[in-house]
């Protein structure tokens, strides 16, 4: 079952900006992963961030986790237009080695 | 890039043909998953294993099958390939010690005329 669900669905921003995108889940989780998915291509692993965990940084890449509220954020700082592709959240529930991923967020950076 | 490869990228055949599609990693890994995936769609998981000779279905009902006869090698075949088939086709492995983090192929996008 796909228990993540990202928001909002599309955004548009301008190179230089942040792009927000946001997760919620339904069930406990162990660990939620964020991955990139170009048009046309398989998909990245981008960042993971444990449930004990509250926020994680790689690079321009900002992961926080609200496990009181069963959501999760996405910031990507200083967009450029290599970032324009779909971003998915996928959540580990606790004893199933089985990924749930969301339904994605398309970002389009305009250069 | 991750180590695991798929073929064929792109396929369109007959309806009512037998089709295999490819995927193997040199990762070592012993878990492998199929997924399936519409356009601009979420991803459904549609087969996986957890080691040779483990094969499991996934969530959403497919018509195809798997084999995991190798660790590096999980095939999927459609006996009689149906429009309804269409769609892309992801594989993707993981190692237990890597708390899930999947490692995915480039897809196979396949078309059913």
């Known amino acids: 079952s796909q228990q993540g669900e990202e928001d909002p669905q599309a955004l548009s921003i301008q190179e230089g900006e942040n792009a927000t995108m946001n997760c919620s889940y339904k069930t406990s989780i162990n660990n939620l992963q964020w991955y990139r998915q170009n048009s046309g291509r398989g998909l990245v692993h981008l960042i993971l961030i444990r449930s004990n965990e509250r926020e994680k940084h790689s690079g321009r890449l900002r992961v926080t986790l609200d496990t009181s509220k069963k959501s999760s954020s996405l910031l990507i700082t200083a967009s450029r237009a290599a970032d324009t592709a779909s971003y998915f959240c996928?959540?580990?529930?606790?004893?199933?080695?089985?990924?749930?991923f969301g339904k994605g967020n398309q970002v389009v950076v305009i250069p | 890039e991750a180590d695991i490869y798929q073929t064929p990228r792109y396929l369109v055949i007959g309806t009512g043909k037998k089709i295999t599609l490819e995927c193997s990693q040199t990762?070592?890994?012993?878990?492998m998953y199929w997924y399936q995936q519409d356009p601009g769609m979420e991803l459904h998981l549609i087969h996986y294993s957890y080691g040779v000779n483990s094969t499991e279905k996934g969530d959403l009902s497919s018509e195809s099958t798997v084999s995991r006869i190798r660790t590096e090698h999980f095939p999927l075949t459609l006996e009689s390939a149906r429009p309804s088939h269409t769609s892309q086709y992801l594989c993707?492995?993981?190692?237990?010690?890597?708390?899930?983090?999947?490692?995915f192929g480039p897809g196979t996008r396949l078309t059913v005329l």
């Open positions: 996928a959540t580990a529930p606790g004893g199933n080695n089985r990924l749930a």
């Open positions: 990762m070592g890994h012993d878990k």
């Open positions: 993707a492995s993981s190692d237990a010690g890597q708390a899930d983090t999947q490692y």
